[in-house]
C-alpha cells in the first residue's frame, strides 16, 4: 500500500527528483561514515520529506541525518559500526558483556561485513560455463574452492 508521500512523488517529478537528490546527499554521508543506507529506508524521514515538498523550507543535513539515525533498522547498524571501530582500535573492552551480548555483537559485524562488500559483476553464460567445466577438472578440492570463491560461485 502506497503511502501519501509515495502518491505525491509519483503526481509530481520534481518532488520525486528533488527526493532522490537529497536522499542521495544522505546516502553519500553516511557512506563516508562507513554506513550503507537505501532510499526506500529514508522514505519516512520527515525532514528530507519536508524539503522534497517544500524546498523553500531548505535542507539541514545534519538534522536529516540525526532523524535517520533513529531509524532502528540503520541506528543500529551505526550502533554496530562504531563498535567495530572502537573494537578495531582497541578502545572498547568487552570483559564486562556478557556471552550473548558478545556473540549477537558478532553476528551483526558480519552481517554488515557482507552488507559492505562490494556487488559483484555479472558473468555472461558462456563464461560462467567455462568456470564449471574449468573447476571439474580441478582435482584438489581446496583449490576448487578457492577458485570458486575467487570467482563469487560459492
Known amino acids: ?16 527528483n528533488r527526493f532522490a537528490a537529497l536522499a542521495d546527499t544522505v546516502i553519500q554521508e553516511f557512506a563516508a561514515m562507513g554506513v550503507q543506507i537505501t532510499a526506500d529506508e529514508l522514505q519516512e524521514n520527515r525532514s528530507l520529506k519536508l524539503a522534497s515538498i517544500t524546498p523553500e523550507a531548505g ?31 582497541g578502545a572498547e573492552d568487552l ?13 551483526e559485524i558480519e552481517k554488515n561485513k557482507k552488507a559492505e562488500l562490494p556487488l559483484v559483476e555479472k558473468v555472461d553464460p558462456d ?28
Open 95 to 107: 570483559s564486562g558483556w556478557s556471552r550473548y551480548q558478545r556473540m549477537e555483537l558478532g553476528r
Open 59 to 89: 535542507f539541514n543535513l545534519d538534522a536529516c541525518c540525526e532523524e535517520a539515525r533513529k531509524n532502528p533498522l540503520i541506528g543500529k547498524r551505526v550502533y554496530t559500526r562504531d563498535i567495530r571501530d572502537k573494537l578495531e582500535s
Open 1 to 16: 500500500m502506497k503511502t501519501n508521500f509515495q502518491r505525491i512523488m509519483d503526481d509530481d517529478p520534481e518532488v520525486a
Open 127 to 154: 563464461t560462467h560455463a567455462q568456470r564449471l567445466r574449468i573447476l571439474r577438472e580441478i582435482g584438489d578440492p581446496q583449490a576448487r574452492i578457492n577458485l570458486a570463491r575467487k570467482w563469487d560461485m560459492v
